[in-house]
């Protein structure tokens, strides 16, 4: 069974830091990008970064660049985001997606195959 469970979040207050991590399993690893995307209430899910498994490239959304670094443990299977400087408006539920690698530039949620349960980050001010 193709499996993602993303960890990680919680509780932090505003300035504080967080590590999420999607662990894997149940497809080739190498073969897929694993992209991470959140949805806040009320709003559609957004997509914020993505890491190509099999070269490393990495994307990141305008909005997150210098606060969120994506990376990877190819021999854990599991990928990680970590979020520096939160803000109230990260509040939200933090989702791993898996998507072919040739697909690792795109954040459109209908295109990727596998997905985890999501994570809740909530920052207090």
């Known amino acids: 069974d193709v499996q993602l469970q993303a960890s990680g979040g919680g509780l932090v207050q505003a300035g504080g830091s967080l590590r999420l991590s999607c662990a894997t399993s149940g497809f080739t690893f190498d073969d897929y990008a694993i992209g991470w995307f959140r949805q806040a209430p009320g709003k559609d899910r957004e997509g914020l970064s993505c890491i190509d498994n099999s070269f490393g490239n990495k994307y990141y959304i305008n909005s997150v660049k210098g606060r969120f670094t994506i990376s990877s443990d190819n021999a854990k299977k599991t990928v990680y985001l970590q979020i520096n400087g939160l803000i109230p408006e990260d509040t939200a539920v933090y989702f791993c997606?898996?998507?072919?690698?040739?697909?690792?530039?795109?954040?459109?949620?209908?295109?990727?195959?596998?997905w985890g349960q999501g994570t809740l980050v909530t920052v207090s001010s």
């Open positions: 997606a898996a998507v072919a690698s040739e697909y690792s530039s795109s954040y459109t949620p209908e295109i990727y195959d596998y």
